[in-house]
């Protein structure tokens, strides 16, 4: 005679029909493996893997072109208005001086004179955008190993970092983009080789010195006799003010995105800000992953980045703009910062420092927007 626990445990293992023909398909090894991949936790991601750093550099190097292309008219008239162009010295400190200033270009030269130097311009901020942001995440990660080491410093340093290394690495480029920009003439419609060639082949008249001690006579005509002044050092104006310029510029952008987006990730609003489901937290097997913004809350935060470090770095990127174009403005004298910094204020005064201003922020805001954008959205659709 069976017990009531056998008759039970038989029953139990008795084969049990299926409810629907859908079922079976529920129990396949096929589905548990899916079903256990879901579940596991995504795998670490390693930032110094070569797959990282291409995917990375490709993101940032998109994310340059979108957002220059974006703002390339505003671009070219800002270059022009900084350089103290003579044919656009009439637009300076009118509200009415941009739109004109548009206008007019459109007329003389038509979609291509907005786009002067464009070619330049995507040629430059590809390596440049792909460098800045690809050293970014790997410093980043050097200065901060976890979410808990996240300061304003830290951050800060890190973006500060990352421009100069980019700066380092593509600065030739960004003086060849400007020339290309300044000329206004039509009949003198260069080439990216002729612009090469020309800046090449300047030969900047020697600087007069007078200095009372004869040592300070010897150390400059010494420092003169070693440093090349023509060749492929041209291409190296205004070199000093743009690293110098690097420091607050690309640390406040990046220190101020990543705030702005921190806010806009706060329990109160993240309902509203966030894409669902976009969220990785750290363990010990993943790093911490924050939600993607949706693309409103994304823009303003990239936008706001911009609006911070133009305002910290403007009075050097006019210097550095004016040392960019020494060898067609003045008497061709290769000036130091300390020479172009007298020369802007004696000429306009404290506002000389912030010309274009008003144009630099139409242009940047939308331009740090557009690039913040597409270099998390590209990152989030590599995968990284």
């Known amino acids: 005679m069976t017990t009531t626990a056998q008759t039970i445990s038989a029953h139990a293992n008795r084969p049990q029909p299926l409810l629907c023909p859908t079922d079976a398909e529920s129990i396949t090894p096929g589905k548990e ?36 292309t974006v703002v390339g008219p505003l671009d070219r008239v800002k270059i022009l208005l900084q350089t103290s162009n003579p044919n656009f010295a009439k637009y300076q400190g ?11 270009i459109y007329v003389d030269n038509g979609v291509r004179g907005l786009f002067k ?84 082949n300047e030969h900047p008249p020697p600087t007069v010195h007078h200095p009372h001690n004869p040592i300070t006579a010897a150390a400059v005509t010494v420092a003169e006799k070693a440093a090349p ?29 990543d705030t702005a987006s921190d806010l806009m990730r706060h329990p109160l609003v993240f309902r509203y800000t966030t894409l669902p489901n976009t969220q990785r937290t750290e363990s010990a097997t993943t790093t911490h992953k924050p939600a993607q913004l949706q693309y409103w809350a994304e823009l303003a935060s990239g936008g706001f980045a911009g609006f911070v470090s133009q305002t910290v770095s403007y009075p050097l990127e006019v210097i550095r703009r004016r040392m960019q174009v020494g060898g067609v403005v003045g008497d061709g004298h290769r000036l130091s910062i300390p020479e172009v ?19 630099g922020y139409i242009k ?3 331009m740090s927007a557009t690039a913040f954008l597409v270099y998390e959205r590209a990152k989030y659709y590599l995968g990284i």
């Open 229 to 257: 002044r023509t060749g492929l050092a041209n291409f190296f104006r205004g070199f000093s003010p743009t690293m110098l310029g690097m420091i607050p510029y690309a640390g406040a952008s990046f220190l101020a995105h």
């Open 33 to 68: 493996k899916m079903a256990s991949a879901r579940q596991a936790p995504a795998a670490k991601v390693d930032k110094q893997s070569p797959e990282y750093l291409v995917k990375s550099g490709l993101a940032g190097g998109l994310a340059g072109c979108a957002a220059k």
């Open 94 to 104: 009118h509200w009415t001086g941009l739109p004109n200033a548009i206008r007019d």
């Open 364 to 366: 940047i805001v939308p």
């Open 341 to 359: 910094a007298k020369r802007i204020f004696m000429e306009k005064g404290f506002r000389g420092f912030f010309v274009g201003l008003t144009i």
């Open 117 to 200: 130097g464009h070619s330049a311009t995507l040629l430059r901020i590809f390596p440049y955008a792909g460098i800045k942001f690809l050293a970014y995440e790997q410093i980043r990660a050097s200065v901060i190993k976890h979410k808990g080491e996240e300061t304003a410093a830290r951050r800060f340093a890190s973006g500060s970092m990352a421009g100069m290394v980019s700066v380092f690495f593509t600065y030739p480029l960004e003086v060849i983009r400007v020339r290309l920009a300044f000329e206004t003439r039509a009949e003198n419609r260069s080439t990216l080789r002729s612009i090469c060639r020309m800046i090449y």
